[in-house]
Nanobody, 113 residues
Framework: QVQFVESGGGLVQPGGSLRLSCAASGSLFSFFAMGWYRQAPGKARELVARISRDDSTNYVDAVKGRFTISRDNAKKMVYLQMSSLKPEDTAIYYC???????WGQGTQVTVSL
């Protein structure tokens, strides 16, 4: 059974940085594309960053140049380095396979003064 445990969220001021981590369980981790998703209050969950098996990456326009996704297959970890954070980045952030399977609890990111 695959599970994802996200961590690293918190309260940060606009312009600040955070690094999110995701620990994955289950086999064949390196065979799957992974993604970071987010859900803001009152909005649908959206994919913000994706990393493929060959480490190629894709980002939604709103985070391009500010967020960086990476993975460590040996540790079954996925990371999201976020910089130049904006209030509109406030959301619960989740990691998952792409396409998504079972969801974890996520980690709250709040960007505010």
């Amino acid at each position: 059974q695959v599970q994802f445990v996200e961590s690293g969220g918190g309260l940060v001021q606009p312009g600040g940085s955070l690094r999110l981590s995701c620990a994955a369980s289950g086999s064949l981790f390196s065979f799957f594309a992974m993604g970071w998703y987010r859900q803001a209050p009152g909005k649908a969950r959206e994919l913000v960053a994706r990393i493929s098996r060959d480490d190629s990456t894709n980002y939604v326009d709103a985070v391009k140049g500010r967020f960086t996704i990476s993975r460590d297959n040996a540790k079954k970890m996925v990371y999201l380095q976020m910089s130049s954070l904006k209030p509109e980045d406030t959301a619960i952030y989740y990691c998952n396979r792409f396409p998504a399977v079972a969801w974890g609890q996520g980690t709250q990111v709040t960007v505010s003064l």
